[in-house]
């Protein structure tokens, strides 16, 4: 085996965590009576449902290419992988993502209810959430996650051209805006 590869390129600092900042979001909506005061707040804080939003997803879109490009590698440890050894608890696993699928879901009803504006997400949103999903689902977590041979890719990713997947991760970690990930989607979906 040669020097290995990082479990995370460099995503670490640049995520939230989607369902508690969005909970604190609608908490605040929601602490007024009044239905103008939530809408007001609403249109204040939907932009930033979608800026939290389309992050996570580009660094779910990240982590897709990041494993895509660690399996056209030689095989290697998976360095600094925080999973390794813990007990898998699949729910528990999977509940962040499940919790963005529900919002995507249902906020287009709260853009009509609270904005009076139609609303829907592009088809490729769920298809990176499920996929992602799948990738928790199929490595268990990253529990047993040793190296990178080790690791599985869900059945739909594409491939083609993940050698040169690192270099376009390590240009937008430098801007440290992971939406900047969305616009290479395409090379995995």
């Known amino acids: 085996m040669t020097k290995g590869l990082e479990f995370d390129p460099g995503f670490a600092p640049f995520i939230l965590t989607f369902q508690g900042t969005l909970e604190y979001l609608y908490l605040d909506i929601n602490r007024f009576k009044n239905l103008s005061q939530k809408k007001m707040k609403f249109r204040q804080y939907y932009k930033k449902f979608l800026d939290i939003l389309y992050n996570n997803l580009g660094f779910y879109i990240g982590c897709l290419m990041w494993a895509a490009y660690t399996k056209t590698q030689p095989e290697q440890e998976i360095l600094n992988n925080h999973c390794l050894g813990q007990e898998y608890d699949e729910e528990k696993n999977i509940s962040e993502t499940e919790y963005m699928i529900t919002f995507v879901r249902l906020f287009p009803k ?80």
């Open 110 to 189: 709260d853009m009509k209810y609270f904005l009076g504006e139609n609303f829907s997400f592009e088809p490729w949103v769920n298809e990176i959430l499920e996929m992602y999903k799948e990738f928790l689902i199929v490595n268990k977590g990253f529990v047993d996650t040793k190296t990178n041979t080790d690791l599985v890719l869900p059945n739909n990713i594409k491939t083609e051209g993940a050698e040169d997947f690192k270099q376009k991760i390590d240009e937008v970690i430098k801007t440290q805006d992971l939406s900047k990930l969305i616009e290479y989607k395409d090379l995995i979906l």
